[in-house]
């Protein structure tokens, strides 16, 4: 299995080439990072998968004709002007090999552990996430029910990616899509700007080995390391100058030879893109080409289909960075049009996700008045505190990791003031807005805490943001030091930033090995790992995806006639078949969207019993917490109408754990 995983991600990788390829044909100024270029052909497979969607034929053969049409862009599109990047000389083969060795170890270690693992979330995954591209691949779409949360907690992008794997590989295999390949993009993006030279093999060797041990809280198969390489390459993407400056000589080594020491511009010129010039004292504001808005728009888009906790990076970055480059002297009215193309590009290639989910969006009604009797629990905000999360790590942790962040930022900005050549760095811009976006999503998102469940479940929506940010923004800051000749104390001030990415390595150093641990022990990662381990759970799992469960779910589903529409609420829907009924299934996160309403259908299959099944008590203590509080209300209102229901109906199946009945 670990060679044939290899092959499909080597696969894979050619075809998102190729897609990221043509989108690079139609921009002004594209990018030069093979990583980046990768990403954005991702970003295309999402905008395709909905469109496909859209067009009810989002079917295993479309699919598969989206991955071939990238291997045939490939081949077109680089056969003439792409070839492979083989090391030069002695040094480059070291640095490639050591570093190759690193990624290998890392992504060996997760595919032997990962895929599959042993056990998913009971009730995220099994009962919710893999019932979509079990959905979708059945019946062409991943719309059909207004009572599950595919539009609102995700608007279906990663059901498209599970898909991918789903229409070759048995549902176990279902992890890999995130966990292995949204990690390897991670991997690769981190270091895909360092110039391939013996000397920077330290920066170069620190960045994924702190993608792999900040603790990712792994809690079930929704977009994680997906979203940190959209934020990835959006980093990169808008940190161009960063990204290519590196292959030529340094900017000092270019002085002293007699050359000019401002970068020259890549891709095609224009008069509307050169910027004024600005003195400010000797330096001159240079040259700054802004990102291609196409590309930009495909990783916002990508990103907001992915998982609706996302939307804070594109809001942020995208004003975060013009505001930036006002600052650093772009003109204005530039900004102003580059951002408008930008949103223009994010909607165009987000509306085939928006149009699917329009019908249920047309339901939308405000959301009633919670009871402001019961008594809440007191939760207090400590963002330094080193208690130990349920998720693992402390709040502690992911604190210094954000402020580490922003720090080298907030170095190089102020020293850039003092040292009056301000404006001959605009190219830090995007580093600069990128940093800052990280650290305002982190604050705004946990401080959100009570309003989304609590502050330490908040906390793990702010994960992705910083596997993203941490060691892609420290990373170009060590660069942009090595580069920036004029600091005075260069090699210290490189070392201080790598000791710095060292002592995130050891702060997470504990988490790191008891994940490890629980891998290499229990066959999983998921973060509440006291209960992921036990021996109950895991027997859960392996009856749920080696069991008996998909013949009880067939069993029951055989006693609603073919071509009736039921609702359906049980601990495994993945195992309806789809093309069979209209199925309006139904989990937690469903009930509470602000279009829920219960379809005309007068058969029904409910679960009532079993491991998965949530006792009512859960829904009365959950009243207590300010963000699950309307979960648990809508939750025991649905309950409720299913009683009154099955009190009028005639029983057509109940073997003890679920029950078929038809409304009279």
Not at 85 to 103: A, R, S
Not at 163 to 184: E, Q
Not at 540 to 552: F, I, P, Q, W
Request: charged fraction near 10%; hydrophobic fraction near 50%.
């Amino acid at each position: 299995m670990l060679f044939a995983a290899t092959g499909i991600i080597i696969v894979m990788f050619i075809s998102l080439f190729g897609w990221g390829a043509l989108v690079n044909r139609f921009t002004r100024y594209p990018s030069q990072n093979f990583a980046v270029i990768m990403t954005v052909g991702l970003g295309v497979i999402v905008f395709f998968g909905g469109v496909l969607n859209l067009l009810h034929i989002a079917y295993g053969w479309a699919f598969d004709i989206l991955i071939i049409g990238g291997i045939v862009l490939t081949v077109c599109l680089s056969l003439n002007t792409f070839r492979p990047i083989v090391p030069q000389d002695k040094n480059e083969w070291l640095y490639v090999i050591v570093l190759g060795l690193v990624i290998a170890v890392i992504m060996g270690f997760t595919m032997e552990t990962q895929l599959p693992p042993q056990a998913f979330n009971f009730h995220d995954d099994l009962e919710k996430y893999f019932s979509y591209p079990v959905r979708m691949l059945q019946t062409g779409t991943l719309f059909g029910s207004p009572l599950n949360s595919i539009g609102y907690e995700t608007l279906g992008g990663q059901a498209v990616l599970h898909g991918l794997i789903l229409n070759h590989f048995p549902i176990p295999y279902i992890n890999g899509a995130d966990a292995i390949f949204g990690l390897f993009l991670c991997l690769i993006l981190s270091v895909s700007m360092v110039p391939r030279r013996l000397t920077f093999l330290p920066i170069a060797l620190i960045s994924p080995l702190m993608v792999f041990s900040i603790n990712p809280q792994y809690v079930n198969v929704s977009a994680l390391y997906f979203g940190s390489a959209f934020m990835m390459a959006a980093i990169l993407l808008f940190s161009q100058k960063d990204e290519n400056a590196n292959e030529g000589k340094l900017k000092s080594s270019a002085t002293r030879s007699g050359e000019s020491s401002v970068p020259k511009k890549q891709g095609h010129s224009s008069s509307r893109s050169r910027t004024p010039q600005k003195a400010t004292g000797n330096a001159i504001a240079t040259e700054f080409n802004l990102p291609p808005p196409m590309s930009a728009g495909l990783i916002y888009a990508a990103l907001l289909a992915l998982k609706s906790s996302f939307l804070f990076f594109p809001a942020l970055h995208i004003i975060l960075f013009c505001i930036t480059l006002a600052v650093f002297g772009v003109g204005i009215r530039r900004l102003i049009r580059w951002g408008l193309s930008a949103g223009i590009m994010t909607l165009l290639f987000l509306s085939p996700w928006l149009l699917l989910h329009l019908p249920n969006y047309m339901h939308w009604s405000p959301a009633p008045t919670q009871n402001t009797d019961v008594a809440y629990y007191d939760e207090h905000l400590n963002l330094f505190s080193l208690d130990p999360l349920f998720y693992g790590a402390s709040f502690a942790n992911y604190t210094f990791l954000a402020l580490a962040t922003v720090l080298p930022i907030v170095v190089i900005f102020l020293w850039k003031r003092k040292a009056r050549v301000f404006f001959n760095s605009a190219y830090l811009a995007g580093v600069v807005a990128s940093a800052t976006t990280i650290i305002i999503s982190y604050l705004l998102i946990v401080s959100l805490g009570v309003r989304i469940s609590d502050y330490a479940g908040s906390l793990r929506y702010t994960v992705p943001f910083l596997i993203a940010g941490a060691p892609v923004i420290m990373t170009l800051s060590c660069l942009a030091v090595q580069r920036e000749n004029a600091i005075k104390f260069t090699i210290p001030s490189i070392t201080a930033l790598l000791l710095l990415e060292l002592l995130i390595i050891v702060s997470f150093s504990q988490s790191l090995i008891n994940r490890v641990q629980q891998a290499s022990q229990s066959g999983n990662i998921l973060a509440f790992s006291k209960f992921a381990t036990t021996q109950r759970y895991l027997e859960y799992n392996d009856e749920v995806l080696h069991g008996n469960v998909r013949s009880e779910i067939a069993e029951a589903q055989k006693h609603i006639p073919a071509g009736q529409a039921f609702v359906a609420w049980v601990s495994a829907p993945f195992y309806f078949d789809y093309r069979r009924n209209v199925i309006f299934d139904v989990n937690p996160g469903g009930l509470e969207t602000p279009w829920a309403y219960m379809p005309q259908a007068k058969y029904f299959i409910i679960q009532y019993k079993g491991f998965a099944v949530r006792p009512i008590v859960r829904y009365y203590e959950e009243l207590h917490y300010r963000g699950r509080q309307y979960n648990a209300e809508r939750c025991l209102a649905f309950m409720r109408s299913i009683i009154e229901l099955n009190q009028n109906s005639d029983e057509l199946f109940n073997d003890g754990k679920i029950v078929v009945f038809r409304t009279k």
